[in-house]
């Protein structure tokens, strides 16, 4: 019987794939990693993890696509290329939010994302999906009359990106709600909510 692309079997074979090759970077190094061991600690053979993921780099893509969407789906949640001060509100919630809720996946990636040479096995793809959802940000900051868009843009997401890398790796007593609300204080437009 021939698998299909749609079979919610093949989906939960997959997401477990995921997460099994992603716990095995990280306990054992990406470079160190092989097939044979993902599907050894999976229960099936090699042929039929390849059959999923052609390559152990299709697999480290498709983990850092699934981060990329977890963190900047909420860039533009309308789709309309153009964001407005709530849309940007509302993805500086939904990052915190989607941090917190996969707490444990992101201490595994940013572990995985640690590791030397990791990140040039996936740049040039990360640039590529990264790209599109900062150009809208910028846009935002360049319409709202910053200085340097370009720069406002890398602040902010590297500001929320080390947030979340100091709340991953040391969750208990981190003060994730006071930092997301002052991440939000320093967005919002007062005069427009004063009366």
Same mark, same amino acid.
């Given at each position: 019987?021939?698998?299909?692309?749609?079979?919610?079997?093949?989906?939960?074979?997959?997401?477990? %794939?995921?997460? %099994?090759?992603? &716990?095995?970077? !990280?306990?054992? @190094?990406?470079?160190?990693?092989?097939?044979?061991?993902?599907?050894?600690?999976?229960?099936?053979?090699?042929?039929?993890?390849?059959?999923?993921?052609?390559?152990?780099?299709?697999?480290?893509?498709?983990?850092?696509?699934?981060?990329?969407?977890?963190?900047?789906? @909420?860039?533009?949640?309308?789709?309309?290329?153009? /964001?407005?001060? !709530? &849309?940007? /509100?509302?993805?500086?919630? *939904?990052?915190?939010?989607?941090?917190?809720?996969?707490?444990?996946?992101?201490?595994?990636?940013?572990?995985?994302?640690?590791?030397?040479?990791?990140? *040039?096995?996936?740049?040039?793809?990360?640039?590529?999906?990264?790209?599109?959802?900062?150009? %809208? %940000?910028?846009?935002?900051?360049?319409?709202?009359?910053?200085?340097?868009?370009?720069?406002?843009?890398?602040?902010?997401?590297?500001?929320?990106? @080390?947030?979340?890398?100091?709340? !991953?790796?040391?969750?208990?007593?981190?003060?994730?709600? &006071?930092?997301?609300?002052? !991440?939000?204080?320093?967005?919002?437009?007062?005069?427009?909510?004063? *009366?």
């Amino acid at each position: 019987m021939a698998e299909t692309k749609n079979n919610p079997a093949n989906d939960l074979l997959k997401k477990e %794939i995921l997460n %099994i090759a992603l &716990e095995i970077f !990280v306990r054992d @190094g990406y470079f160190s990693t092989t097939g044979a061991m993902i599907a050894g600690e999976v229960g099936i053979s090699e042929e039929k993890l390849f059959s999923h993921f052609e390559t152990k780099e299709n697999l480290l893509h498709t983990i850092v696509a699934e981060a990329v969407h977890l963190i900047f789906d @909420g860039v533009d949640p309308n789709q309309d290329g153009k /964001l407005q001060e !709530v &849309e940007l /509100l509302f993805f500086i919630d *939904d990052y915190f939010d989607s941090v917190e809720k996969n707490l444990d996946f992101f201490r595994l990636f940013y572990s995985l994302r640690l590791q030397p040479g990791v990140v *040039d096995q996936y740049k040039h793809e990360l640039h590529e999906i990264v790209s599109p959802k900062l150009n %809208i %940000i910028r846009k935002y900051f360049s319409k709202e009359g910053s200085e340097n868009p370009k720069m406002e843009t890398r602040f902010l997401v590297s500001m929320l990106d @080390g947030i979340a890398m100091n709340f !991953v790796l040391e969750p208990d007593g981190y003060p994730i709600d &006071e930092m997301q609300q002052k !991440v939000l204080n320093m967005y919002i437009k007062k005069n427009e909510y004063e *009366d």
